[in-house]
């Protein structure tokens, strides 16, 4: 897996270091994007942490598909997923 920053990003998130929703996003996706370009996974529960950061940002579509690739990539975490 390409974890990239992602247990930073989402350390930081957790504990309300000031960064904005956006600025995390972004990090997130240029981590997603250089894990592509590489040909490498995505960790377990990337996509869903970018969904709650989306949903931060009122993105509740793109949260819906985030959530969904997340089930597609980890079927075990359907259940929580869906909760």
């Known amino acids: 897996y390409q974890w990239g920053t992602y247990q930073r990003q989402v350390y930081e998130s957790m504990k309300g270091d000031g960064t904005s929703p956006t600025d995390q996003l972004g990090a997130l996706m240029a981590q997603a994007e250089k894990a592509r370009a590489n040909q490498e996974s995505l960790p377990p529960g990337f996509r869903a942490h970018v969904g709650l950061v989306q949903l931060r940002l009122g993105q509740d579509g793109e949260a819906r598909s985030m959530f969904e690739a997340e ?13």
């Open 71 to 83: 089930k597609v990539a980890f079927p075990e975490a359907t259940t929580f997923m869906d909760f």
